[in-house]
């Protein structure tokens, strides 16, 4: 077993390479965009840096990566791994909205054990690591341990989404979300990794996305965890597997999920 402490180092020090990259593309005029085949943008800062974080990984230990651009190749899921999304919020990235993030998980076990999430756009980073805890730097530097909200009863609660894409994948369908909408204190589309890790901030409480790839949530799911949060598929299933999101402070998730099945 890896020791989490130097696996977390090392994608810390992949994500500062990340921000560098991508911040050199973000608001420029010369950005390359195109469009995949399941119709979602691709800039060229998201090849790239998915290039050069394989590259690393490579130098550094030769383990297999599953990423975002660059498909998962000779990755066994049950052998030690990385997850990358190069750009998490790539829509953002090519408007000039600064919600978006270089976001990379390190796996064992087809369990995240160390997970970065790097969003220079907004100064902010949040990572964290198997029995470590979870951390974040804010604007001014200062870190901070995270720990999620004591919020028990769901009409105390502050909810946030993505959209309304991809909830028909569930047998409620829409009306599951207009459900948890009408049941929650708050609710706000704040989007993408952001939801998740106002969660483990403990700003909000839940957060849910119907439709995900590893690579968008690998990498959130130790820093929820490690903040005292939890974070499954709408039926409870792990992420990795149920290619969805829900992620809670854990005193709400069978609250929610009762809600959505």
Not at 44 to 71: C, H, M, W, Y
Not at 96 to 125: C, D, F, H, K, Q
Not at 136 to 146: C, G, S
Request: proline share 6%.
């Amino acid at each position: 077993m890896a020791n989490p402490q130097d696996k977390l180092d090392f994608a810390l020090a992949l994500s500062e390479v990340a921000n560098q990259m991508a911040l050199a593309k973000y608001k420029t005029n010369n950005l390359k965009v195109e469009t995949k085949p399941d119709l979602t943008p691709v800039t060229e800062a998201d090849t790239a840096i998915e290039k050069e974080l394989r590259r690393l990984i490579a130098q550094n230990s030769n383990e297999p990566v599953l990423g975002e651009e660059f498909g998962k190749a000779e990755v066994d899921p049950n052998k030690p791994h990385w997850i990358i999304d190069p750009i998490d919020g790539t829509k953002n990235f090519v408007r000039g909205v600064p919600i978006w993030a270089t976001l990379i998980a390190y796996v064992e076990n087809n369990t995240p054990i160390v997970g970065v999430v790097s969003a220079p756009a907004m100064n902010r980073t949040w990572w964290a690591a198997t029995n470590l805890g979870a951390f974040t730097k804010d604007p001014q530097d200062k870190i901070t341990k995270l720990a999620v909200s004591e919020i028990s009863n769901l009409k105390d609660a502050s909810f946030s989404y993505s959209d309304r894409v991809g909830w028909d994948r569930y047998p409620k369908g829409e009306a599951g979300l207009d459900h948890l909408i009408q049941n929650c204190w708050r609710t706000r589309a704040y989007g993408d990794f952001y939801s998740h890790m106002l969660v483990a901030e403990g700003a909000i409480d839940i957060a849910a996305e119907p439709q995900l790839a590893p690579w968008d949530v690998a990498a959130l799911i130790p820093i929820v965890t490690e903040a005292g949060g939890q974070m499954t598929g709408y039926d409870g299933t792990p992420c990795l597997i149920a290619n969805a999101g829900l992620t809670t402070n854990g005193l709400l998730h069978q609250q929610v999920i009762a809600l959505l099945n």
